[in-house]
């Protein structure tokens, strides 16, 4: 099971840390991807976790958006800097994920993200 949480309602310019939580002995190993969906519009990819910390990230991104994870604690983290109201949208987090394709086999639960201006 995957949960993201760490949502909430920001100003613009301001930072957020969502959290994906996982459980079971294989998430340490799986590549973790996290993605988001503003309404009206399709899911976009955000960027990849690695096992081992290699992240790569969407151009959209922007040097605004950090992925780090613990695999002792089965969590993968999404530092999100100079908030705008354009990043409005529910952050998901995924695992087991196929990098080659953005094709993952297991979904968490997004969380609301709100940029207000």
């Known amino acids: 099971q995957l949960q993201a949480s760490g949502g909430g309602l920001v100003q613009a310019g301001g930072s957020l840390r969502l959290s994906c939580a996982g459980s079971?002995?294989?998430?340490?190993?799986?590549?973790v991807g996290w993605f988001r969906q503003a309404p009206g519009k399709e899911r976009e990819w955000i960027g990849w976790s690695w096992s081992g910390g290699t992240t790569a990230y969407a151009d959209s991104a922007g040097g605004r958006f950090t992925i780090s994870r613990d695999n002792a604690m089965k969590t993968v983290y999404l530092r999100m800097n100079s908030l705008n109201p354009e990043d409005t949208a529910v952050y998901y987090c995924?695992?087991?994920?196929?990098?080659?394709?953005?094709?993952?086999?297991?979904w968490g639960v997004g969380t609301q993200v709100t940029v207000s201006s």
């Open positions: 079971g002995r294989t998430f340490s190993s799986y590549v």
């Open positions: 995924a695992a087991n994920c196929r990098p080659t394709t953005g094709n993952c086999a297991y």
